[in-house]
Every structure is written in C-alpha cells, then in structure tokens.
C-alpha cells in the first residue's frame, strides 16, 4: 500500500485528487498540504512513501522545498506535478531531488500509474513529455516518407496508420480518420508489427521516432 502525502495550493483541487486517488485500491491518502510549510511541518508525523508535489505551492519557493526535502528524507518519493512542459523547467525539477514529473492536464488513470512507478523505485516522466522530447529530438532530422516506407517493407496505407499511432490515435479514431473500418485498421496494424518486429504500441512510437513520422 502506498502512503501518499498530497499537496496543491487549490482546495477544490486537492478535493477533486483526494476523492479520485481515494479509489485506488492501491493508494491510502496519509495527508494532505495546501502551502510548502504546511507540507514540511506534517512530513514527520504521516511518514508517506510518496509525496504528490505540486510546484506551484503557496509558500517558500517550491524548488528550494523540493531540494530541502531530497536533503532531509533521501527515502522519500517525490512525484512533482506541474503545468509548464519547458524542458529545463522539468529537468530541474528532476536534479533537485523527484522522482518523477507529470503534468497537472494528465488523466487520473495516468497519475495513478505515475505514483505507483515511482513508488517502486522507478523514475516517471508522463506521457505528453515523453512524446513532446521525442519530437524536438527527431525534428532536425526529417525524412522522405517514400524512402521511409520502402525502408520498412511498408505499404502507404501502413504507412499512413503507424503515422496515426504515433499521434496517440486509437484504432478507433484511426478508422474514422481513414474512412475504413476498425478491423482493417487492426489488420494493417498487426502487418505493421510483423513486418517491424515490434511488440506493442510503444515500440511503434518509437519506430516513428527513428523514423521522423511523428507530427510536429
């Protein structure tokens, strides 16, 4: 059972997390904490095993209580929830002391999945991120998608539905987005994995990463 210490400086807001993160049958809310001080004076006393941090509590500067609870409970997990993408802004966050970051836009399911990663030792970054960095990172490198395909053995129909996988579209929306029909699109799907001997979605992503397919 993870023991979760909450903080937001928006009392409708940490509601609306107590209330969500409540359901989690893997969660117990030990706590909660509207300003940096109140978070530092009720740390000791509720021992949580993950404290869901929100950067932009009231209080001292939230970086310096961030670094000042790294210093003082090193066992501790911090996720910090934030609302800037900015990538220097989230690598701070990281070289001050969390675990983890994700965005305050990011569903419940996600943030539930977040606390329990970073409840396991594991570092977390969501999903939007991720996907935002993998864009930067591959938009100096921009490729001809004919050559693209027939690198891969890929028809352009295939072509066209990895490009949609690689936008976040389920099988669903990708059928609508093509005017055809769910269960071809999961056929075009399954060719695409077996012509790239990938496993899951996530390895997709990555292909079209490597392969400069994912929007901008």
């Known amino acids: 059972m993870i023991r979760l210490l909450l903080t937001d400086g928006d009392a409708l807001t940490r509601e609306e997390l107590r209330i969500g993160l409540g359901a989690a049958i893997s969660l117990e809310i030990a706590g909660e904490a509207a300003t940096g001080e109140e978070l530092l004076v009720q740390l000791p006393a509720l021992s949580p095993t993950v404290v869901l941090f929100d950067l932009s509590l009231p209080g001292p500067d939230a970086f310096a209580v961030l670094a000042a ?37 990011s569903p419940l399911p996600e943030l539930v ?4 990663t970073v409840a396991a030792g594991r570092p977390f970054l969501c999903s939007a991120l991720g996907l935002a960095l993998l864009r930067r990172l591959y938009l100096a490198k921009p490729v001809d998608g004919t050559a693209a395909r027939l690198s891969l053995g890929l028809s352009k129909r295939e072509m066209e539905v990895l490009s949609l996988v690689a936008e976040g579209l389920t099988n669903t929306e990708i059928a609508l987005r093509l005017f055809t029909s769910k269960r071809t699109v999961e056929t075009h799907r399954q060719n695409i994995m077996e012509k790239t001997r990938t496993r899951n979605t996530a390895a997709l992503i990555k292909l079209a990463a490597r392969e400069g397919l994912l929007p901008e």
Not at 71 to 99: K, S
Not at 113 to 116: A, F, T, V, Y
């Open 69 to 105: 609870l790294r210093e003082q409970y090193p066992q501790l997990r911090i996720l910090a929830r934030g609302e800037l993408t900015n990538e220097h802004y989230v690598a701070r966050a990281f070289d001050l002391g969390a675990n983890g970051y994700i965005l305050k836009t």
């Open 113 to 116: 999945h977040s606390l329990g």
